[in-house]
């Protein structure tokens, strides 16, 4: 598979977003990343819908990855979906039925994924993999930017890739959290596609120069 950076916009300029967003993606990243927190399912609280559909009217036409802390999901997926979210990807702890909310996202003609905390067992993926377009391991736990990552996830996404390589299905896994320069080259060896950056590009004076070098350690890996 094709390996994508998506920009997570939590370290973003919020100010000035929306060209935030387009200078990241002409820098040469693949998606942006929304982390939607509801101050219920982590200790933060971010943004909704509304910018969704703000940057997607500012002209952003690149994948939007949304990627819900939220408890419950359903609601929230619908509105997402109308908004404009590309792909759409919650936590299994947070809906009480995990079919009809996957299913609700494909309704809605997104991609489906399921995102798995570091202490969330990923037999959830063996429950549910024919609906899964991608699944996200998250690095850190949930909640805030700017986290160091985990090292034991190494093992979970060479798990995941083997259960997935098991199955015989075609689902990326996304890794969020400490994605930096020294580490992005491991997560890829152990089987992950999709790399999740925020501060690690948004906090930086050039983000090409950034991307470049993210890309130059993912072929040197």
Known sequence: ????????????????????????????????????????????????????????????????????????????????????????????????????????????????????????????????KDQLDEILIMSVNPGFAGQAFIPESIDKIKLAKNMIHEHKKNIAIAVDGGIKLDNIDKVAKAGATIFVAGSAIFKTKNYKTTINAFRKALLAG
């Open 1 to 128: 598979m094709t390996c994508l950076l998506s920009a997570s916009i939590l370290s973003a300029n919020f100010a000035t977003l929306g060209k935030e967003c387009e200078d990241v993606l002409k820098a040469g990243a693949d998606r942006i990343h929304f982390d939607v927190m509801d101050n219920h399912y982590v200790p933060n609280l971010t943004i909704g819908p509304l910018v969704c559909q703000a940057l997607r009217n500012y002209g952003i036409k690149a994948e939007i990855d949304v990627h819900l802390m939220t408890q419950p999901v359903d609601r929230l997926i619908e509105d997402f979906a109308k908004a404009g979210a590309s792909v759409i990807t919650f936590h299994p702890e947070a809906t009480d039925n995990i079919t009809h909310s996957l299913s609700l996202i494909k309704k809605h003609h997104c991609k489906a994924g399921l995102a798995f905390n570091p202490t969330t067992s990923l037999h959830y993926l063996d429950n549910h």
